[in-house]
């Protein structure tokens, strides 16, 4: 979904994913249910998040061809979706947690910071008011910061279904420490580094 053109439409699922409208609990079209390979219990404990819902790149990329009232949500920096790359599908860049411009460096991580986006919520949520997507696919680097913004969603009464992309844009490492095993980037998901207009809107920022 590369300009929103995706949140007219249902058609029917295919490729094995199973949608069903609606669930239990859930108002009108806010009650999608993806069926889908991940096994909780397999998860690494930072990816699991407290609502349940998975979804692996993979499947996303299915479903996202055949379902045009998904978003998907990128929840990276900006920085990264510059110069990393971001999926083409991608309705949408707000990001869960920023690097932190004092770059204070985390040396049991090897890396710098991060701090938590105060707009995060507020950009999440006027979104899904502008588009009202059936479910959200929250896609991070490698699904750990995805699944907790799932749950930061769901702690917030959020009713739009969020699923994890539980192996992110990169994927998770391989045994050499390179992000080569999965991810979308590595089971030939479209993407680009060329960033569009508005991809990061301004009640984000």
Not at 53 to 65: K, N, Q, V
Not at 98 to 116: L, Q, T
Not at 140 to 151: K, L, P
């Amino acid at each position: 979904m590369t300009s929103l053109t995706r949140l007219f439409a249902a058609p029917a699922l295919a490729l094995g994913l199973a949608v069903t409208l609606p669930v239990p609990g859930h108002a009108g079209s806010h009650g999608m249910a993806i069926e889908t390979s991940v096994v909780e219990s397999e998860l690494a404990e930072k990816k699991v998040n407290k609502p349940g819902r998975y979804i692996t790149a993979a499947e996303s990329i299915a479903l996202l061809d055949e379902r045009e009232d998904v978003a998907l949500v990128d929840v990276r920096s900006p920085a990264e979706t510059m110069l990393v790359g971001y999926p083409t599908a991608a309705d949408v860049n707000i990001p869960f947690k920023m690097i932190d411009p004092e770059y204070p460096f985390n040396a049991k991580k090897g890396r710098y910071k991060m701090k938590a986006n105060p707009n995060f919520m507020a950009g999440m949520k006027a979104f899904i008011d502008d588009h009202d997507p059936a479910a959200l696919l929250i896609i991070c680097r490698s699904g750990g910061r995805s699944a907790r913004a799932v749950d930061a969603l769901a702690e917030a009464g959020v009713e739009t279904p969020a699923y994890t992309v539980v192996d992110g844009f990169e994927g998770d490492k391989s045994d050499a420490g390179k992000r080569t095993v999965n991810g979308w980037k590595n089971v030939g998901g479209e993407w680009t580094y060329k960033v569009r207009e508005g991809f990061w809107p301004a009640a984000v920022q």
